[in-house]
């Protein structure tokens, strides 16, 4: 069950932005599991993918693409179209260029993305046999259907939406995401699709989707593998009636970045807060780090940890489990006679040992809540991360040993 994620909040239209949703069978008859996203004539996309080197066919494709105009988004789930080599690829873009020759528009401006099974062949009769109907159901007003669309082992669609005012004009970010294992981005099964109606400049855009997406999407995990799939994108379809953002700097920008940071950061959460079998919602907060990274070792390492994992799931505060991982994340000289570790703000831990203070429990308190915070202060200097996670359950475990059947 979800941790803390209900219904979706209200999805605003974004003008220049239609989505479009149909049924394929990809895995199972009936299931709208095509959608398609058109953007307007003029805007400009963005995105940041996977560094799995065995990336999806459609990945390689949507790569190459985003550097030049591009129209449509071509997503389908129940198939990753990973691991499938030159015939994935020619899939993929067969796919696309069906899509292409039903819209008038050439090849290269349709980006292919697929989640599901890896190692299938991509059912492309079935695809290109649900498109029409995924173009005639194109509406600016379809964000939560697009969210469900593009479900797989999700429980809820997840989505989020900002609005701000600039010179008497409302501007929109709308985003939604799909993702519930398999989880552990490194980019930027995860697909994250963001638009807004303000006009940015491509490689203000460019940036501004890789800083959000380094600040949400690649500060989550809930198993620690990285997908051949991940992919997020920022699309700009300049229909709003303000100025053009050519620069990162300026009132525009600082407002358009503040909403795109927000919806990454809901929308990436929701992923989580979603995990698969997941009964708590986990945030690892590092700080006092020498530097950035050496936050991010310990923050893994606390995260990915099987018997943490466990111990947050049987609501357990063995507080032990988090000494152990903290000391073998790799930082270089760690003084652990300056760490002190906090559950929720019960202090575990200090000095190298339990804490004078510490009770079982006052640890048992914190653990048996749904959302729980594992603070660490390692006390070497000023920077700090912070990592959001699940506890590991039976669920997850039958979830992924029954995901082909």
């Given amino acids: 069950m979800a941790v803390g994620l209900g219904p979706l909040p209200t999805l605003h239209p974004v003008p220049g932005f239609e989505l479009g949703i149909a049924s394929a069978g990809i895995k199972r008859p009936g299931r709208k599991d095509v959608v398609v996203m058109r953007c307007a004539e003029g805007s400009s996309v963005a995105g940041v993918f996977t560094l799995n080197a065995f990336c999806a066919a459609p990945v390689i494709l949507a790569k190459q693409r985003v550097q030049g105009t591009v129209r449509y988004l071509l997503t389908n789930t129940g198939n990753a179209n990973a691991g499938t080599g030159a015939p994935g690829l020619a899939a993929a873009e067969r796919t696309c260029a069906k899509l292409a020759e039903l819209t008038g528009v050439d090849a290269s401006a349709v980006l292919p993305f697929s989640t599901g099974v890896i190692g299938e062949p991509l059912p492309v009769e079935k695809i290109e046999g649900a498109l029409q109907a995924a173009l005639d159901d194109l509406s600016e007003n379809n964000w939560a259907a697009a969210a469900t669309g593009i479900m797989t082992t999700d429980t809820l669609p997840k989505g989020a939406s900002r ?145 943490i994992k466990t111990a947050l799931f049987a609501s357990d505060p063995n507080w032990g489990r988090i000494l152990a991982a903290v000391g073998r994340a790799g930082v270089p000289e760690l003084d652990v006679s300056l760490i002190d570790v906090y559950l929720g703000d019960v202090c575990i831990a200090s000095k190298g040992g339990r804490s004078a203070t510490y009770t079982e429990a006052q640890g048992a308190e914190v653990m048996a809540k749904e959302e729980i915070t594992i603070r660490i202060e390692l006390g070497r200097g000023q920077c700090s991360e912070t990592i959001w996670t699940t506890d590991l359950s039976h669920e997850y475990v039958k979830i992924n040993a029954e995901y082909r059947t």
Avoid: W
């Fill in 163 to 307: 609005q701000f005012q600039h010179d008497g004009v409302t501007i929109t970010v709308t985003g939604i995401s799909k993702g519930a294992g398999m989880i552990r981005p490194n980019m930027a099964t995860m697909l994250g699709y963001i638009a807004t109606d303000a006009k940015v400049a491509p490689q203000v855009l460019k940036d501004l989707i890789l800083d959000g997406a380094n600040k949400s999407f690649n500060r989550i995990t809930i198993d620690g593998d990285t997908s051949t799939n991940d992919c997020c994108m920022l699309i700009a379809t300049g229909k709003a009636d303000v100025a053009e953002v050519t620069e990162a700097r300026g009132p525009l920008f600082e407002a358009l970045k503040k909403a795109v940071f927000e919806v990454c950061m809901e929308v990436a959460q929701a992923i989580v807060r979603d995990g698969e079998g997941a009964t708590k919602f986990v945030t690892v907060e590092v700080n006092g780090g020498g530097n950035h990274q050496e936050c991010l070792d310990v923050g893994y390492a606390v995260a990915h940890s099987p018997l």
